[in-house]
């Protein structure tokens, strides 16, 4: 059975640490935090490696796609320094390098996946592969995307491990208004996912119970004020990811 915390930090511990890196493993760790939520892309030349954005820029010393590099250039690439000079040096790393210290800190995990567009299969495939041989305890992991795709994939290689379903924002084509996409309840019913992965922006007392009514758990994404927190946990919200996952912590209330 699915055990979720009330607050899980968002690429590691965003606000503390580069994110996805294993020093925001331990960041995340070192503070008390039970589960963390990674991102996973392919390489080029299919290593699943922790990473959000489709290029190197932001978060790197590199530069293009990352779709286009192979594992030997991505380990060239320093990946700490845009955060702060304390971690210049740090590299970007492999799946499997956080899975073994995820398993070395006691972390339960939130897998993003999150594929170069075309790679959707491939991309859970691999990192689920790796999963089934290091990881045992399915009470503290959930597979999630944006990709339907993948949530195939994934419902596909092992059906009964937790999924979650992301959903962003869609404009409406009225009022362009930011709403949820109102076929939500079919396409989680049909992917048979356990989790609805909202953004706080169409996180609305509404929504939150309409998925709670369809026997889900509602989660939110990303919660960095305490306030807020307290509202969607008062609303019945099961666990929000957070950049400071420390502070939610502190100004949730214990008793749910
Ligand atoms: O899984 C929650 C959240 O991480 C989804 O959005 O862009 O931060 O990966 P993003
Ligand atoms: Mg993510």
Not at 100 to 109: V, Y
Request: proline share 4%.
């Amino acid at each position: 059975m699915l055990k979720l915390p009330k607050v899980i930090g968002h690429r590691g511990a965003a606000a503390y640490a580069p994110e996805n890196t294993i020093e925001g493993i331990h960041t995340a760790a070192d503070m008390g935090i039970e589960w963390v939520e990674l991102d996973v892309k392919l390489t080029k030349d299919d290593i699943p490696i922790l990473f959000h954005d489709e290029t190197l820029e932001r978060t790197t010393n590199g530069s293009g796609f990352i779709a286009e590099m192979t594992y030997e250039d991505i380990k060239q690439l320093e990946a700490g320094s845009w955060y702060g000079d304390s971690f210049a040096g740090i590299k970007i790393p492999t799946l499997e390098e956080a899975i073994e210290a995820l398993i070395d800190r006691n972390l339960g995990l939130n897998l993003e996946i999150k594929p170069c567009p075309g790679r959707e299969v491939e991309t859970t495939e691999a990192a689920l592969d790796l999963l089934s041989t290091i990881w045992d305890d399915h009470d503290r992991l959930l597979i999630s995307s944006f990709q339907h795709v993948s949530l195939e994939a994934s419902k596909d290689v092992a059906q009964d491990w937790s999924r979650g379903l992301l959903l962003a924002p869609e404009n409406d084509e009225e009022t362009g208004a930011e709403v949820i996409n109102p076929n939500w309840a079919e396409i989680a019913d049909y992917l048979d996912v356990k989790t609805i992965n909202l953004s706080r922006k169409i996180a609305s007392r509404d929504v939150i119970e309409a998925v709670i009514d369809a026997e889900l758990h509602p989660l939110v994404f990303t919660v960095n004020d305490p306030l807020e927190a307290r509202q969607f946990q008062s609303w019945g919200v099961d666990a929000m990811f957070s950049d400071e996952p420390d502070v939610i912590v502190e100004n949730l209330l214990t008793v749910h």
